[in-house]
């Protein structure tokens, strides 16, 4: 089992800025990717980025439409992903979430989108951006 609690988010105005927690516990040996998914009222859960999990180096993913607003890094310390969001407008306002892709599975570039590609999922946390 793999938990993950999200933690980090609020309310902000146009402009600024927010760094979004994920904090891993549980059978952390398993977990492939990490990534960070957010989902608006009446819209898609969307995805975000994605950041291999265990110590080492492995492609890093960001959704292009994100126009490089957001990064994704790792402390592997601290079993913590984070989400640095910068220059948010309205648009961004949704709960984000993030998810645990497990070893075993194919990830790549044409997968790390798909939600079903997760196993397990924090419950969220609400970004709300205000003008």
């Known amino acids: 089992q793999v938990q993950l609690v999200e933690s980090g988010g609020g309310s902000v105005e146009v402009g600024g800025s927010l760094r979004l927690l994920c904090k891993v516990s549980g059978d952390i040996a398993t977990i492939n990717y990490v990534a960070w998914f957010r989902q608006a009222p009446g819209k898609e859960r969307e995805a975000l980025a994605a950041?291999?999990?265990?110590?080492?180096?492995?492609?890093?993913y960001h959704a292009t439409s994100l126009n490089g607003r957001f990064t994704i890094s790792r402390d592997n310390a601290e079993n913590t992903v984070y989400l640095q969001m910068d220059d948010l407008g309205t648009e961004d306002t949704a709960i984000y979430y993030c998810?645990?892709?497990?070893?075993?599975?194919?990830?790549?570039?044409?997968?790390?989108?798909?939600?079903?590609?997760?196993?397990?999922w924090g419950q969220g946390t609400q970004v709300t951006v205000s003008s």
């Open positions: 950041h291999y999990f265990p110590v080492g180096i492995r492609p890093t």
């Open positions: 998810a645990a892709q497990l070893s075993g599975g194919a990830f790549s570039g044409s997968t790390w989108k798909d939600t079903r590609t997760y196993a397990y």
